[in-house]
């Protein structure tokens, strides 16, 4: 069986400076990957490679074994559900137009798509009946996210790409629907590629996680071998996280 997702030596250019540089690592089918990393690091630019939204400037990427230079953009984007910060809802549609846009051109009928937005709606943990006619505007922060991430399921993809869907809610929403992917991924065993700047939701949601820095992959590797590294940029980072780790925990 093909990795569900692999770097060869990838690197995206854009105005003679890379963006990200000799990306090279593997991720395997059913796992969740975090990229974890500072603001304009290259975690959002090495998504954008993955379903074709960029090609890569030298090397390449694979999808379940497949060049993305070999992909119709199409039916590889079929493949890749995408969630971001902003959910992207479309603030003209209902909740049920908005899950169901993708299985729509993707010519379902309507009874089907009607059964699949309801399905994932109990899924994300809102009430179909309640929820279904809505609009955007009428939805908390929290209520938006889980239905940008039933939208990326929609149409069932093997791969979800998902650009820091939970950071623009507050600190107990955001650990609440951490909790609920994490349970949500025990089920759907779906090909995650995580971004993230939040150490703690890396941690939590990710079998491994890749420490990105000024375009590079500096290490990817599970939990305990990350607060190992020798490589200085991760072990900086993580001093920095124990240090206000203690400053928290310290009474004043």
Same mark, same amino acid.
């Given at each position: 069986?093909?990795?569900?997702?692999?770097?060869?030596?990838?690197?995206?250019?854009?105005?003679?400076?890379?963006?990200?540089?000799?990306?090279?690592?593997?991720?395997?089918?059913?796992?969740?990957?975090?990229?974890?990393?500072?603001?304009?690091?290259?975690?959002?630019?090495?998504?954008?490679?993955?379903?074709?939204?960029?090609?890569?400037?030298?090397?390449?990427?694979?999808?379940?074994?497949?060049?993305?230079?070999?992909?119709?953009?199409?039916?590889?984007?079929?493949?890749?559900?995408?969630?971001?910060?902003?959910?992207?809802?479309?603030?003209?549609?209902?909740?049920?137009?908005?899950?169901?846009?993708?299985?729509?051109?993707l010519g379902w009928q309507s009874q089907?798509?009607?059964?699949?937005?309801?399905?994932?709606?109990?899924?994300? @943990?809102?009430?179909?009946?309640?929820?279904a006619n809505r609009y955007p505007h009428?939805?908390?922060? @929290?209520?938006?996210?889980?239905? @940008?991430?039933?939208?990326?399921?929609?149409?069932?993809?093997?791969?979800?790409?998902?650009?820091?869907?939970?950071?623009?809610?507050?600190?107990?929403?955001?650990?609440?629907?951490?909790?609920?992917?994490?349970?949500?991924?025990?089920?759907?065993?779906?090909?995650?590629?995580?971004?993230?700047?939040?150490?703690?939701?890396?941690?939590?949601?990710?079998?491994?996680?890749?420490?990105?820095?000024?375009?590079?992959?500096?290490?990817?590797?599970?939990?305990?071998?990350?607060?190992?590294?020798?490589?200085?940029?991760?072990?900086?980072?993580?001093?920095?996280?124990?240090?206000?780790?203690?400053?928290?925990?310290?009474?004043?």
């Open positions: 069986m093909p990795k569900a997702i692999e770097f060869r030596n990838a690197s995206y250019q854009l105005d003679r400076r890379d963006l990200v540089s000799e990306l090279s690592f593997e991720v395997e089918q059913g796992e969740i990957v975090t990229l974890l990393g500072k603001s304009g690091c290259g975690k959002t630019t090495t998504l954008k490679l993955i379903n074709r939204l960029l090609l890569p400037s030298q090397g390449e990427v694979l999808v379940d074994g497949i060049s993305t230079n070999k992909w119709n953009p199409i039916q590889l984007r079929r493949q890749t559900g995408y969630a971001i910060q902003e959910t992207g809802l479309f603030p003209h549609f209902t909740v049920e137009a908005n899950i169901g846009l993708v299985p729509k051109l089907q798509i009607a059964n699949r937005v309801r399905q994932l709606l109990e899924l994300v @943990g809102l009430n179909a009946e309640q929820f009428e939805l908390s922060g @929290g209520q938006r996210q889980r239905v @940008g991430v039933a939208r990326a399921l929609a149409a069932d993809p093997p791969v979800l790409l998902m650009d820091e869907p939970f950071g623009a809610l507050d600190l107990i929403t955001r650990l609440e629907i951490q909790g609920e992917f994490k349970q949500l991924q025990k089920q759907l065993e779906k090909t995650v590629i995580f971004v993230t700047h939040d150490i703690q939701e890396a941690f939590l949601l990710g079998d491994r996680i890749g420490f990105m820095d000024a375009g590079k992959l500096l290490a990817i590797a599970t939990k305990a071998d990350l607060m190992r590294s020798e490589v200085p940029e991760v072990q900086v980072f993580m001093e920095s996280v124990r240090t206000l780790r203690d400053l928290l925990n310290t009474d004043s």
